[in-house]
């Protein structure tokens, strides 16, 4: 209503809200799953429900259509162990960004998808603050859960700046013609068209936790 009574009108929509508690699935608390789901997509299907009218989905046609852009993930594509419910979510908006930008097409609107892989943010210090190093200690889990948080943190040491994902989001709003996705990182194409199991290998490579996840011995 605010943005109705003062703008009249919105040119453009970013979702980019977003959260990451990670975690095996078997021993994560169900809220946590679920609060990582209402915040990533429900979040983002509620506000975009709320300003496509605004964007020109109504039976007043706009000169210039607004257009969406959403923040996804490579994890959209592929998924990482222990970030399920950030994988799941990641998932739900790609598939939902699909439908709707076919659906939207009878209004002009533009719907693009940005798809980063490690971005310097606050996401991961955030959830980093919600851990505890023995949270799945005496679980199968527990040495390969301790690789993985050491390694994750040696790939947020490393990640790309934030202006990786501005650049790309001025271009999905700037381009004439946007791009339905924008894939940052090449795991990106691996994830969707490498064999699953082939793939199996290289995340437990790239994490460290290869050895620490097979199956035990009878």
Known sequence: AFAK?????????????????????????????????????????????????????????????????????????????????????????????????????????????IEPNFTKSDIFAKAAADLTAHRYEGTRYEAAWAQFNASLASKEAKAKPAETVARKVLHAIQSPRPRPHYPLDPIWHIGKYLPDRMFDGLIFKALGIAALMQPKAK
């Open 5 to 113: 009574a003062t703008f009249g009108g919105l040119d453009i929509l970013v979702n980019n809200a977003g959260i990451s508690n990670s975690g095996p699935f078997l021993h994560q608390p169900a809220d946590q799953f679920r609060q990582v789901m209402d915040v990533n997509f429900h979040g983002l299907v509620a506000v975009t429900r709320a300003f496509l009218p605004l964007l020109g989905a109504s039976d007043t046609p706009r000169d210039r259509p607004g257009r969406i852009v959403n923040i996804g993930s490579v994890q959209g594509i592929l998924a990482v162990p222990f970030m399920s419910a950030y994988a799941a979510s990641k998932h739900a908006v790609e598939g939902f960004a699909q439908a709707l930008r076919r659906e939207l097409i009878p209004y002009g609107i533009a719907v693009s998808t």
